[in-house]
């Protein structure tokens, strides 16, 4: 397919050792985590707010589904085969980051811009609904074109040997990104900054999420220097439909670890869905349905008390996912593990030598977070406080560590060794199996990738050369089971609230019987057990 490509230049990341340039690689991931962070924390009681009913508001959520569907497949394409002077997947990237923020300035100040038109508190209610919806469904798109092109561009610039500690890394970052985003949620804004960055919580956040994705992108887009595709001669002759043969072709004939890969993700994202969406409403619903001060129930901004309540809670998961990402790629076996010899120091050198031989390798790591968030999700119908939500919640901070991590890892070396099976792609300076490779862990090491002659065509595709629509036929098993989610969701919340209101009421009330978001989540746990057992055929396959 790309066989006649030719390219010029080398990847290049810049930083004075190893661990910055995996920092400035990955950095926009802390941008791409805490918008997101941001939508799923207040978003879904925005829209209550303005009027919009449960099971519309989980219709409303298909956005990111159809957005990742549409999005990521055909960015993946266009990138892989874009000839831009900047690099495939740089250019994209900027370009979604200003979409990004167009979009979210609007969603903060969505009743402010329909009030420049219409006057009327009532004539513009529909109209208000209308323009955060949209503004949503703009948003998912560009945030998942740049998350596409974020993703390729670091199987584009690391060896097969670094893919695993890349993706461990871009992990690292999102945590970072989930601690700021829910600690900005949990705190009260307003009252820090006044009235400058606007009158409520969710504007002011819209405005710091602005702020941080066009700079964690414009950082990440400085610090790595891409090679550049010349041409790719094999598909300009293929039409204009071109994009989507392409990856017809590619989803039909998927390497057998690769759509073991796929489908993995497809059952473990029907129960991270709900998780991801619903979470924080459902640990506010569950304090004000049992935990709420008399009196309280009368709070004039229930979207503010019950994001309050879902952000300070999820702050709490969120650290558990910061320290798992930093922890587990340490307790977890790498592939560099065999590719050199350790030298620790004599006195450690004992209990790591017996450490090593019990670490669990990164397939089984990913097998047990599917199993922990199964079973803390199995419980969710039976949480009678907030408090035991928030330790539902919180348990799903190592599994959710691990969903960052794992495919990403896997997928990457995968879609690397396509590569180099028939390609130079990363050469050994020897063939000697007991050579000593130190740089290979060295901070003054630089991470480079050997794509051989900058001037003539490699007689295969290069490594990493189609990582865009790899990356975007996963997100296609990653968003389909939301379209599921999203549909059995809507029918929950039909049948146990189909009178729901809004959060414009003054005192909202919670009917007796089961939380339809609990239900929910349940549901997820059930999915997740397939997860694992798919999960599992990696090691046979």
């Known amino acids: 397919m790309a066989a006649m490509a030719s390219w010029t230049g080398q990847p290049n990341i810049k930083g004075s050792s190893e661990t910055m340039r995996m920092v400035w690689l990955n950095f926009i991931c802390i941008g791409i985590t805490f918008t997101w962070g941001v939508e799923m924390t207040y978003c879904t009681p925005y829209l209550l707010n303005l009027g919009l009913t449960k099971s519309n508001t989980s219709l409303v959520w298909i956005a990111g589904p159809l957005s990742g569907l549409i999005v990521q497949p055909i960015v993946g394409v266009i990138s892989d085969e874009s000839t831009s002077k900047w690099g495939r997947r740089r250019p994209l990237m900027v370009i979604g980051a200003v979409i990004t923020a167009v979009c979210l300035l609007a969603l903060g100040f969505t009743r402010e811009i329909v009030g420049l038109v219409i006057q009327d508190d009532k004539a513009a209610r529909m109209p208000t609904i209308v323009l955060a919806v949209l503004a949503i469904y703009i948003l998912d798109f560009a945030i998942n074109a740049v998350m596409s092109c974020a993703k390729s561009l670091a199987v584009d610039t690391l060896p097969i ?27 009260d804004l307003p009252s820090i900054f006044g009235t400058t960055l606007g009158d409520s919580q969710f504007k002011q956040l819209t405005i710091v999420a602005t702020a941080i994705f066009v700079g964690t992108t414009a950082i990440t887009c400085w610090a790595v220097t891409e090679r550049v595709l010349v041409s790719s001669k094999t598909t300009e002759n293929q039409g204009r439909f071109k994009v989507f043969g392409q990856i017809i072709f590619i989803l039909r004939h998927l390497p057998p670890r690769i759509q073991c890969i796929c489908w993995a993700n497809f059952w473990a994202w029907i129960g991270w869905f709900p998780f991801l969406f619903y979470s924080t409403t459902w640990i506010g619903e569950t304090y004000f349905r049992y935990d709420v001060p008399p009196g309280a129930r009368t709070s004039k901004d229930v979207l503010g008390d019950i994001g309050r309540v879902g952000s300070t809670s999820l702050v709490l998961y969120s650290m558990i996912t910061f320290t798992s990402a930093w922890i587990l790629p340490l307790l977890v076996k790498s592939p560099e593990d065999n590719s050199f010899t350790h030298r620790p120091p004599e006195a450690l050198a004992g209990f790591l030598t017996r450490f090593n031989k019990v670490k669990p390798d990164l397939l089984t790591a990913w097998v047990l977070g599917h199993l922990l968030f199964s079973g803390a999700m199995a419980l969710a119908p039976f949480a009678a406080s907030y408090r035991f939500a928030t330790i539902l919640v919180c348990l799903c901070g190592i599994p959710w560590t691990l969903a960052l991590w794992a495919p990403a890892a896997f997928l990457g070396v995968e879609v690397n060794k396509l590569s180099s099976n028939t390609s130079t792609a990363y050469r050994r300076l020897s063939n000697d ?7 290979l862990d060295s901070d003054d090491a630089p991470l480079r990738l050997e794509h051989g002659s900058d001037s003539g065509p490699p007689p295969m595709a290069s490594t990493g050369e189609l990582s865009g629509i790899y990356f975007g036929i996963l997100n296609i098993y990653t968003t389909l089971p939301q379209f599921i989610g999203t549909f059995i969701a809507s029918i929950v919340f039909a049948v146990l609230e189909p009178d729901s209101p809004g959060l ?30 798919t999960t599992r055929k990696l090691r046979t396959i």
């Open 504 to 533: 414009d009421d003054e005192a909202p009330s919670y009917p007796e019987g089961p939380n339809p978001i609990a239900i929910c989540l349940f549901i997820g746990a059930i999915s997740t057990l397939m997860a694992a057992h």
């Open 161 to 187: 040997e670094k893919q695993q500690d890349g993706a461990a890394w871009a992990s690292r970052m999102s945590a970072i990104g989930n601690v700021i985003g829910y600690g900005a949620g949990a705190v």
């Open 433 to 439: 199996q007991s050579i000593e490779l130190p740089e």
